[in-house]
């Protein structure tokens, strides 16, 4: 090789090396692990939704120390421990740090190989050692880089959308939790005061029987009808028991003492002002699960890119040193090339199409089902507050005037004990139905706060969701921003 050969490949030799060195440096990037940023960003919807700050930034606590386990729980302090001590959530938040990984990694090429060789002759007289170096770097990943970091970046979205969402759901669990045992602990009461009313009447008819005013056919009633309330009474108790269990575990602290009360201060439930129609555009602006769905279907559209530019799949350039036992050195390009004449990724690209058309598919069902599930709670709550209004005007205020009748009757010696133990029946059986139909509405009421993305009012400055990062309505038909840019028929 002439002198002026051996000095270009030396410059080629060193621009190489200097440009490979440049783009590892590039693609390295400065992109953080730390997911504080991400999980802020779940934890500040969680609180914006429900008005109750997850406190994710710290660990879960291992003891009671904002309840003692005895007062009354309330249900912010509930809603506070749950999503800072359910262990469930916590798990779930752990996924926003595996995702904000991912989307560092997808943005750093693979590492440069570096290769060395080291020959013996076989005859020592005629040949001498032989010691060479190679360094080779894989730039294959450096136009696909985009496609990549565009797909990792819609998972780590889908992942802090699916961890606020879960939130949101804990938060629901919990309120129904403390609504049911706030109606139990009502329905326990109402239990107690029938066994005093049916007492009191067979005191009476006690009183009566001994002053020859009636039998013990009357009183053997009323006990009968004593017996069946006690029986009614446990089944409550059991039921209420159970439900306080439930919630020690959606808390975090299954193990602890049941021997408590919640306060019934908000069972009193507004009332029903959205019509049908703004229950549907809240369900199409802040369902969070549809706007996962979205970023999944975005995440496979980036990745059908990213297969499409697959056709070469390695490309690898270096540099290559080598030194002779008399001396001679030499150094020159590397450049390593995988042809696509085999496997040309074609069947690749096109199981990425119909992976990234059925993420569409499944986005567009996730947006019909939202719609559904927010109508179909909406009717509920309608009808169980209508319910409500009615029986408590009519059943219940019937009942207790037909009992005022009967003991009035029952004094004046016009109506005989059965009369008025079938009115006291009644009116028991008015006020615990009515008892089960509020809770029903106040159920049915958290039910659709959490169907319309959890909660039942228009953000104070509307706009699309921040965790959705781009249109938030819900457009039947169209398709989330940036499949329309998806190639070779992928929503077809």
């Known amino acids: 090789m002439t002198r002026h050969a051996r000095h270009l490949m030396h410059h080629v030799s060193r621009g190489v090396a200097t440009a490979t060195l440049a783009l590892v440096a590039l693609a390295g990037g400065c992109a953080s692990l730390d997911p504080k940023a991400d ?39 509930a809603l506070g421990m749950a999503l800072r001590n359910n262990r469930d959530i916590r798990s779930k938040v752990e996924l926003i740090a595996a995702s904000r990984a991912d989307l560092v990694q997808a943005g750093l090429l693979p590492n440069p190989v570096v290769g060395l060789t080291l020959r013996f002759p076989f005859d020592p007289v005629s040949g001498g050692t032989f010691v060479g170096a190679q360094v080779v770097q894989s730039f294959a990943a450096l136009w696909l880089r985009g496609g990549k970091i565009r ?43 029938n066994l005093a009313t049916i007492q009191k009447s067979i005191d009476s008819l006690d009183a009566r029987v001994r002053g020859g005013e009636g039998t013990t056919l009357d009183v053997n009633r009323a006990r009968q009808q004593l017996a069946k309330a006690e029986a009614e009474r446990v089944v409550v108790m059991r039921e209420l028991a159970k439900e306080r269990r439930r919630m020690l575990e959606l808390i975090g602290f299954a193990a602890e003492n049941a021997d408590w009360a919640v306060d019934e201060g908000a069972l009193e439930s507004a009332p029903q002002t959205l019509d049908e129609a703004t229950v549907i555009a809240l369900a199409g602006s802040q369902r969070l699960d549809v706007a996962a769905a979205r970023s999944v279907a975005l995440a496979q559209s980036a990745d059908l890119s990213v297969e499409q530019r697959s056709h070469l799949r390695d490309l690898g350039l270096g540099a290559d040193f080598e030194r002779s036992e008399s001396g001679d050195k030499s150094i020159g390009p590397v450049v390593e090339l995988a042809i696509p004449i085999f496997d040309t990724n074609e069947a690749q690209i096109a199981k990425a199409g119909s992976i990234a058309r059925a993420a569409f598919g499944s986005y567009e069902a996730a947006s019909q089902r939202a719609v559904r599930e ?32 009967a003991e009035a009757s029952l004094r004046s010696g016009q109506a005989d004990v059965t009369v008025l133990l079938e009115a006291q029946r009644e ?36 706009g699309p969701d921040p965790l959705d990062r781009g249109p938030s309505t819900i457009g039947a038909g169209t398709p989330p921003k940036g499949l329309d840019e998806v190639p070779s028929g992928a929503r077809q």
């Open 151 to 193: 797909a990792a970046d819609a998972r780590l979205n889908q992942t802090v959308l699916d961890v606020s969402d879960q939130a949101l759901a804990l938060v629901a669990q919990v309120k129904a939790s403390h609504t049911r045992i706030a109606f139990g602990q009502r329905a326990v009461g109402l239990a107690e005061q």
């Open 39 to 77: 999980i802020d960003r779940a934890a500040h919807t969680v609180n914006d939704r429900s008005g109750v700050a997850p406190g994710w930034d710290g660990p879960w606590d291992v003891s009671l120390s904002t309840w003692d386990g005895r007062s009354h729980l309330t249900v912010e302090l």
């Open 427 to 462: 009116v028991t059986d008015a006020r615990a139905r009515l008892n089960d139909l509020e809770q029903a509405a106040a159920l049915a009421r958290i039910e659709l706060e959490y169907a319309v993305g959890g909660v039942l009012a228009w953000p104070p400055t509307p």
């Open 374 to 405: 927010a109508r179909v709670a909406w009717i509920e709550l309608d009808s169980a507050s209508r319910l409500v209004e009615q029986y408590r005007s009519t059943v219940l205020a019937l009942a207790e005037r037909n009992l005022t009748l």
